[in-house]
């Protein structure tokens, strides 16, 4: 009997290499690794991957031949890919049937269908309602429920590896990084700990994990000032953190990404959340730990830190997405 085919979209990015690597050692599934650039497609087999397939989600003529087979999906999409994504669910609305799972990458706080969110009035400060960022992740997850497919989703907090890569020229060279977090505590998430997560889910299916959403955090809250002294124990050397105004940060990054770094300053993301250690059955990785360990996939968080990342200084990532409706 031949094993069932999962897709995994993204399956280059941290989570994804992750999850490749840890589906290949089960050999429950037959995997497919979805890639974007073919320079890619050795690294994902030398992970693990029983096949590589390219696939964009702004080129729908890429969607039949990944989808071919498959009985589960590991979805996931950069930010700015929301249209892309939205599109991409209306096709697997026409495979309901063959399509079992989906287990969706999302982030912590797009909770319209488990608690009472109203955009305007649901806040950490007056005047300030649910950034943009998380009303797109709902909107990404709806759109797969509204497709009739058995959904699992994991609601992320901020990951520990996308925390400070805007910075790594200052972080190298002169020992320095900068954002407007300041003293607020957040529960920083590992990539590897989602994906172990996601491994899990798609291993137990949607008999189980159907309908249900999962909040994923790191293991304890950190300040700026204790991610600097992990970082610099990690490295080897001292690395400062030095305050940034929000006002810079949102002329660095645009208006989006400074609505969600605001509701981070403001406390939104300090909970640490069970529900790792409830799929799992061991607490979640720790900022230093991760840094200095290596993932399935053979890598450390410290050599991911230099590896490639979607925002830059003086661009507005967001700027199109913010554009999108429903």
């Known amino acids: 009997m031949s094993k069932p085919v999962v897709l995994i979209t993204s399956a280059t990015g941290r989570i994804g290499k992750e999850l490749v690597a840890r ?28 096949e590589t397939v390219f696939f964009d989600l702004n080129d729908a003529s890429s969607w039949p031949a990944a989808l071919e087979s498959v009985s589960a999906i590991y979805s996931a999409s950069l930010d700015p890919m929301l249209q892309g994504h939205l599109n991409f669910c209306e096709e697997l609305a026409r495979r309901s049937d063959s399509i079992k799972h989906v287990v969706r990458v999302s982030c912590m ?7 009472s969110y109203d955009a305007e009035t649901h806040a950490s400060r007056a005047g300030a309602a649910i950034p943009l960022m998380l009303q797109h992740y709902w909107w990404g997850e709806k759109a797969l429920i509204d497709a009739g497919l058995n959904v699992t989703v994991l609601r992320n907090n901020f990951f520990m590896n996308h925390l400070l890569k805007t910075d790594c020229e200052t972080i190298a060279a002169e020992g320095w990084f900068s954002n407007p977090l300041g003293d607020a505590r957040n529960s920083f998430v590992a990539t590897r700990d989602i994906a172990e997560a996601a491994a899990v889910i798609l291993h137990e299916g949607p008999e189980r994990h159907d309908n249900k959403f999962y909040d994923i955090t790191g293991p304890a809250p950190q ?10 124990r990690a490295m080897g050397k001292e690395i400062e953190y030095r305050a940034q105004s929000m006002t810079d940060f949102e002329n660095d990054f645009g208006a989006t990404r400074a609505e969600f770094f605001e509701y981070l300053v403001n406390g939104f993301y300090c909970r640490c959340s069970p529900d790792f250690y409830n799929l799992t059955g061991h607490k979640p990785t720790s900022y230093f730990d991760y840094l200095t360990t290596q993932g399935v996939s053979g890598e450390t968080g410290l050599e991911e830190l230099w590896q490639g990342n979607l925002w830059k200084k003086g661009q507005d990532a967001m700027k199109e997405a913010a554009q999108v409706s429903k």
């Open 109 to 115: 706080g797009a909770d319209t269908n488990t608690a």
């Open 23 to 50: 589906l290949a050692r089960s050999g429950e599934f037959t995997v497919r690794a979805c890639y974007h650039s073919e320079a890619k497609a050795a690294e994902l087999k030398a992970l693990g991957a029983d």
């Open 223 to 232: 300040s700026m000032t204790e991610i600097a002294a992990d970082l610099g």
